[in-house]
């Protein structure tokens, strides 16, 4: 039955009640949510980190996940980088009129799934249906708070000798999503993935983490010029030493992007302490074999690639709509 | 002989071992130069390579480069952008060309500008896709603005020949296609950047063969190889153009055998010979008024030429650049990006006032992105 | 310009669309502009939609294995191939032009 999301469905009314007890409480269930109150009530302990963020992707299914996967691993990434682990959620549904059931009930399920994997809850929402044409058949908007487990990680934290690590090869977000507007075939998943059991193990190892971000729009590339301007350093990257998969060269190579400038939602960079680089490393390997200790940080201002081979070059800030070249 | 591997054409020829070694070579024979060597590649993509894998920094202090005109974006003067974001205005058009074009600056707008005010621009990477567009809006005018130098001519004359095979009435072109050997002409016979080597580029000579550079050897006494796109590619050819220089034996070298021959593609040659034919005369941006550098549609089409058909509002009034722009001495070899006075203050590729900084191939983004 | 990127040909059609591989990413091209036989296997050039030429494998490989030599002859301090074994009476062995 191919069921759609009418406006009445955003009512206030029957259907109302209907698609949050059918869909939202069935998926998300939880003691908090289904108290039904105006409010979540919940007891904090100590220092909180508290996030918000709007997913509005298209296509709002790729190859690896959706924008419910996305809209749950950005917000709880944002906390993991904190060195918070993710605990509540609110999300609010803005849906086209029109929209198919089954692909809000697979986005729904989907944000269900990835919340189990690390026992975070949705515990209050809201839904509006909108005439068509006001949203790209749905946006979502996320807002998350966590219990902060380790403090003082800040990208003021930088210092000369720190060390730079990637948890994983760079750039297969933004590669599906380019791939699907330019209507190229690729094989190439999304990277999307909550990471907090990475940066918990990294915590529990006792590391000592400067910095960590996730390497959303803009890159690696917009990572390492954030570090860089906000610590007043320079940091040195060697090219050889960024992962990089073949699929990912291969897009980049067509339209002649760079990797390092392409999303990723589900890898991230991590300035730690010299004496731990191999450490970090180790705890990171047990995530991803292709995690990886790719430069370091100098005394400067600038952020440098050094070529294997004795050249070096400066890493910009990615600028404007990445378009292909003349090819 | 090894199988040869897909990977091996892209990666073998960025070895990181090759290029050191190249490197040895380069420094060992440069020695002999009686003078410095100035090399212009010519291709705005040799600059890319150039630029990105920093081949500037791996050689001798008497080799230096300068870089060439080969961009077709970065050429286009501003009236003719004008005339694309005129056409993207009308109502019944739907403008489509290749990507880089919409962000370059005519006299007061972008394709990318009036596309957000509502103009139907479509950006293409493939100029197959015209013909889609043009069967999926029948009631719609499709005009192609076609770009770019001698390696994507053929494909808009291919494209002619498909649209006339399939009889779609509703694709109309407008012809900027430009010719490499002209401007080559025009700056070597101004002399002033005292070239004496060159860098011939890689795919326009897959279409136009290494033949198209004789005259260079013949009129001028330069040396030319025609390098291939990747690191080692143009290392290579630089140690060629020593050895010629050592010799003092110019001559039109192909460094890149594995893709260019002298001849070069005359399925191609023919192609475009069939629907265009050289203008009198083109402006050029930076290098004013060439003649018999640029091509348009041949009069037997001209029902099908855009330039014909809308001429009452697409003036040809030619429009000078920014008074503070350079970029028409940096596209003759004159001056280096950084020499400008507004390079990466007030001209940054986010906002560009000269299309040098626009396009990937442009000399002023090249060293903006890679070398600020 | 002239950004032009190798691929493998995987499968041609009947209206002359070949099916190509770029690292992994599957694309169709046109054959139009390419007089001499392209089959299954063969690399070519690709721009902008189309084909543009056939890439010489064995001059591709011949270049590879100068390469090789000349990176075995920098790496090694005292080597058994000097630079002058580089050079035949045509010239550098870099360069062997074309038998046409």
Same mark, same amino acid.
């Given at each position: 039955?191919?069921?759609?999301?009418?406006?009445?469905?955003?009512?206030?009314?029957?259907?109302?009640?209907?698609?949050?007890?059918?869909?939202?409480?069935?998926?998300?269930?939880?003691?908090?949510?289904?108290?039904?109150?105006?409010?979540?009530?919940?007891?904090?302990?100590?220092?909180?980190?508290?996030?918000?963020?709007?997913?509005?992707?298209?296509?709002?299914?790729?190859?690896?996940?959706?924008?419910?996967?996305?809209?749950?691993? %950005?917000?709880?990434?944002?906390? +993991?980088?904190?060195? /918070?682990?993710?605990?509540?959620?609110?999300?609010?549904?803005?849906?086209?009129?029109?929209?198919?059931? #089954?692909?809000?009930?697979?986005?729904?399920?989907?944000?269900?799934?990835?919340?189990?994997?690390?026992?975070?809850?949705?515990?209050?929402?809201?839904?509006?249906?909108?005439?068509?044409?006001?949203?790209?058949?749905?946006?979502?908007?996320?807002?998350?708070?966590?219990?902060?487990?380790?403090?003082?990680?800040?990208?003021?934290?930088?210092?000369?000798?720190?060390?730079?690590?990637? #948890?994983?090869?760079?750039?297969?977000?933004?590669?599906?999503?380019?791939?699907?507007?330019?209507?190229?075939?690729? *094989?190439?998943?999304?990277?999307?993935?909550?990471?907090?059991?990475?940066?918990?193990?990294?915590?529990?190892?006792?590391?000592? @983490?400067?910095?960590?971000?996730? /390497?959303?729009? %803009?890159?690696?590339?917009?990572?390492?010029?954030?570090?860089?301007?906000?610590?007043?350093?320079?940091?040195?990257?060697?090219?050889?030493?960024?992962?990089?998969?073949?699929?990912?060269?291969?897009?980049?190579?067509?339209?002649?992007?760079?990797?390092?400038?392409?999303?990723?939602?589900?890898?991230?960079?991590?300035?730690?302490?010299?004496?731990?680089?191999?450490?970090?490393?180790?705890?990171?390997?047990?995530?991803?074999?292709?995690?990886?200790?790719?430069?370091?940080?100098?005394?400067?201002?600038?952020?440098?690639?050094?070529?294997?081979?004795?050249?070096?070059?400066?890493?910009?800030?990615?600028?404007?709509?990445l378009l292909p070249r003349i090819c | 002989m090894n199988k040869l591997s897909l990977k091996d054409l892209y990666f073998k020829f960025r070895n990181p071992e090759t290029i050191k070694a190249l490197q040895k070579e380069i420094k060992k024979?440069?020695?002999?130069?009686?003078?410095?060597?100035?090399?212009?590649?010519?291709?705005?993509?040799?600059?890319?390579?150039?630029?990105?894998?920093?081949?500037?920094?791996?050689?001798?202090?008497?080799?230096?480069?300068?870089?060439?005109?080969?961009?077709?974006?970065?050429?286009?003067?501003?009236?003719?952008?004008?005339?694309?974001?005129?056409?993207?205005?009308?109502?019944?058009? @739907?403008?489509?060309?290749?990507?880089?074009?919409?962000?370059?600056?005519?006299?007061?707008?972008?394709?990318?500008?009036?596309?957000?005010? %509502?103009?139907?621009?479509?950006?293409?990477?493939?100029?197959?896709?015209?013909?889609?567009?043009?069967?999926?809006?029948? *009631?719609?005018?499709?005009?192609?603005?076609?770009?770019?130098?001698?390696?994507?001519?053929?494909?808009?004359?291919?494209?002619?020949?498909?649209?006339?095979?399939?009889?779609?009435?509703?694709?109309?072109?407008?012809?900027?296609?430009?010719?490499?050997?002209?401007?080559?002409? +025009?700056?070597?016979?101004?002399?002033?950047?005292?070239?004496?080597?060159?860098?011939?580029?890689?795919?326009?000579?897959?279409?136009?063969?290494?033949?198209?550079?004789?005259?260079?050897?013949?009129?001028?006494?330069?040396?030319?190889?025609?390098?291939?796109?990747?690191?080692?590619?143009?290392?290579?050819?630089?140690?060629?153009?020593?050895?010629?220089?050592?010799?003092?034996?110019?001559?039109?070298?192909?460094?890149?055998?594995?893709?260019?021959?002298?001849?070069?593609?005359?399925?191609?040659?023919?192609?475009?010979?069939?629907?265009?034919?050289?203008?009198?005369?083109?402006?050029?941006? %930076?290098?004013?008024?060439?003649?018999?550098?640029?091509?348009?549609?041949?009069?037997?089409?001209?029902?099908?030429?855009?330039?014909?058909?809308?001429?009452?509002?697409?003036?040809?009034?030619?429009?000078? *650049?920014?008074?503070?722009?350079?970029?028409?001495?940096?596209?003759?070899?004159?001056?280096?990006?950084?020499?400008?006075?507004?390079?990466?203050?007030?001209?940054?590729?986010?906002?560009p006032l000269g299309s040098c900084m626009v396009s990937d191939e442009g000399a002023c983004n090249a060293y903006y992105r890679y070398e600020r | 310009m002239c950004l032009a990127i190798p691929s493998k040909v995987l499968n041609i059609d009947?209206?002359?669309? /070949?099916?190509?591989?770029?690292?992994?990413?599957?694309?169709?091209?046109?054959?139009?502009?390419?007089?001499?036989?392209?089959?299954?296997?063969?690399?070519?050039?690709?721009?902008?939609?189309?084909?543009?030429?056939?890439?010489?494998?064995?001059?591709?490989?011949?270049?590879?294995?100068?390469?090789?030599?000349?990176?075995?002859?920098?790496?090694?301090?005292?080597?058994?191939?000097?630079?002058?074994?580089?050079?035949?009476?045509?010239?550098?062995?870099l360069y062997k032009p074309k038998e046409d």
């Amino acid at each position: 039955m191919d069921k759609k999301i009418t406006l009445s469905y955003g009512g206030g009314g029957e259907e109302t009640n209907k698609l949050i007890k059918e869909l939202f409480y069935k998926n998300f269930s939880n003691e908090i949510l289904e108290n039904a109150e105006d409010a979540a009530v919940i007891d904090l302990k100590g220092k909180t980190a508290f996030t918000t963020d709007s997913f509005t992707v298209s296509p709002i299914v790729f190859n690896g996940g959706n924008i419910g996967k996305l809209s749950i691993a %950005g917000t709880c990434n944002d906390l +993991a980088m904190m060195g /918070a682990e993710p605990k509540y959620l609110s999300v609010g549904f803005m849906i086209e009129e029109g929209l198919e059931y #089954s692909m809000l009930e697979k986005i729904v399920k989907t944000m269900a799934d990835e919340l189990k994997k690390i026992d975070a809850k949705i515990v209050c929402g809201d839904t509006k249906v909108v005439p068509s044409g006001s949203v790209d058949k749905i946006f979502i908007n996320t807002s998350g708070i966590g219990e902060i487990k380790k403090e003082n990680i800040s990208a003021h934290n930088l210092n000369e000798g720190d060390a730079i690590i990637v #948890s994983r090869d760079i750039g297969k977000h933004g590669t599906v999503i380019m791939a699907h507007r330019y209507g190229v075939d690729t *094989d190439i998943k999304s990277d999307c993935k909550v990471l907090w059991s990475e940066v918990k193990a990294l915590i529990d190892a006792d590391i000592n @983490i400067k910095a960590l971000r996730d /390497a959303t729009r %803009g890159g690696l590339s917009a990572v390492l010029n954030e570090w860089s301007e906000t610590s007043s350093v320079s940091i040195e990257i060697n090219e050889d030493k960024i992962p990089l998969s073949d699929e990912v060269i291969g897009l980049c190579e067509i339209f002649g992007f760079e990797p390092m400038d392409l999303a990723n939602e589900g890898t991230f960079i991590l300035a730690v302490s010299n004496e731990d680089k191999e450490k970090a490393l180790e705890v990171l390997k047990n995530f991803n074999k292709n995690a990886s200790i790719i430069g370091e940080v100098k005394k400067g201002n600038k952020v440098i690639l050094k070529s294997p081979y004795g050249s070096k070059r400066y890493i910009e800030l990615p600028k404007g709509e990445l378009l292909p070249r003349i090819c | 002989m090894n199988k040869l591997s897909l990977k091996d054409l892209y990666f073998k020829f960025r070895n990181p071992e090759t290029i050191k070694a190249l490197q040895k070579e380069i420094k060992k024979e440069a020695v002999k130069l009686k003078e410095p060597m100035r090399i212009m590649e010519i291709c705005g993509g040799h600059t890319h390579t150039i630029m990105k894998y920093g081949i500037k920094q791996l050689l001798p202090e008497n080799i230096s480069f300068i870089h060439g005109p080969g961009c077709p974006v970065c050429i286009m003067p501003k009236e003719r952008i004008d005339h694309a974001i005129t056409l993207s205005h009308q109502k019944d058009v @739907i403008l489509a060309t290749l990507g880089d074009m919409i962000r370059v600056p005519g006299s007061k707008s972008t394709l990318a500008k009036a596309r957000a005010e %509502g103009a139907n621009v479509v950006p293409l990477h493939s100029t197959l896709d015209v013909l889609e567009i043009a069967r999926k809006n029948p *009631d719609k005018k499709v005009v192609f603005f076609a770009i770019g130098f001698e390696t994507t001519t053929p494909m808009t004359a291919a494209l002619i020949h498909t649209a006339l095979k399939q009889n779609l009435k509703n694709i109309y072109y407008h012809i900027n296609h430009v010719l490499v050997p002209p401007p080559m002409r +025009a700056i070597l016979d101004s002399g002033e950047a005292k070239i004496n080597a060159f860098i011939g580029p890689s795919h326009v000579s897959v279409i136009t063969g290494a033949k198209a550079y004789e005259f260079l050897v013949k009129d001028y006494k330069t040396p030319v190889v025609v390098a291939g796109f990747e690191p080692v590619d143009v290392m290579e050819s630089i140690l060629m153009l020593i050895h010629q220089k050592i010799k003092n034996t110019p001559k039109v070298e192909i460094q890149y055998k594995r893709a260019t021959t002298y001849e070069g593609n005359l399925l191609a040659q023919e192609m475009i010979n069939r629907y265009m034919e050289v203008r009198p005369s083109f402006r050029w941006r %930076g290098l004013g008024d060439i003649p018999h550098s640029a091509l348009k549609l041949k009069d037997e089409y001209e029902e099908f030429d855009a330039e014909k058909i809308w001429a009452d509002i697409l003036p040809n009034e030619p429009i000078n *650049d920014h008074k503070l722009c350079i970029c028409g001495e940096i596209l003759k070899g004159l001056k280096t990006p950084k020499e400008c006075s507004v390079f990466g203050s007030a001209c940054t590729p986010a906002n560009p006032l000269g299309s040098c900084m626009v396009s990937d191939e442009g000399a002023c983004n090249a060293y903006y992105r890679y070398e600020r | 310009m002239c950004l032009a990127i190798p691929s493998k040909v995987l499968n041609i059609d009947e209206n002359n669309i /070949a099916e190509v591989d770029t690292l992994g990413v599957k694309r169709k091209v046109s054959l139009d502009l390419i007089a001499e036989e392209v089959k299954p296997g063969n690399y070519v050039l690709i721009h902008v939609g189309y084909a543009m030429s056939k890439i010489d494998e064995k001059a591709a490989l011949e270049s590879l294995e100068v390469y090789e030599m000349l990176a075995k002859a920098a790496m090694e301090e005292e080597s058994s191939i000097s630079p002058e074994d580089l050079v035949n009476e045509e010239g550098p062995l870099l360069y062997k032009p074309k038998e046409d």
